[in-house]
């Protein structure tokens, strides 16, 4: 049983935050699964799982401080894919890939978004 049905994030820039989104979370196995207009896009597996959209409220978008979205990856391969291509996008550098001493087999890494949000991407296989 899944805990959320999705994680929503806010962007100011949606062709920017799809291009993005598209490269980094394809490293993990999602893929784009529909675009909603010019109000935002959806990623997933086999169901929606992560939204970006324009605040339904009309406003900019605003990044939440010590809010960070968490995705599964499906081996350290793949995170260490992911940063490189939010790096390669010209994203921040918030926490390298590596190990992560809080829980066994724990490995990760952190990065942000065009708009600022804070995005890790972990596994807890072995190595």
């Known amino acids: 049983m899944s805990i959320f049905t ?9 062709t920017q935050s799809r291009t993005f989104y598209d490269n980094v979370l ?19 597996v086999d ?16 990044v939440g401080n010590g809010v960070t979205v968490s995705f599964e990856a ?6 260490d ?10 994203s921040p550098d ?3 890939p590596g190990t992560r001493d809080w829980a066994p087999n724990a490995y990760a890494a952190y990065t ?3 708009d600022g949000n804070k995005l890790a991407v ?6």
């Open 26 to 44: 394809n490293t993990i196995g999602l893929k784009r699964i529909a675009d909603l207009d010019e109000n935002g896009t959806i990623w997933g």
């Open 6 to 14: 999705h994680v929503t994030v806010g962007t100011n820039d949606l």
């Open 74 to 79: 499906p081996n350290r391969a793949a995170i």
């Open 47 to 62: 169901a929606p799982s992560f939204f970006v959209l324009k605040p339904a409220n009309g406003q900019p978008a605003s």
């Open 94 to 96: 918030e926490g390298a």
């Open 112 to 114: 942000r978004d065009p």
């Open 81 to 90: 894919a992911f940063h490189a291509a939010a790096i390669a996008a010209g």
């Open 122 to 127: 972990y596994c807890f296989k072995e190595a």
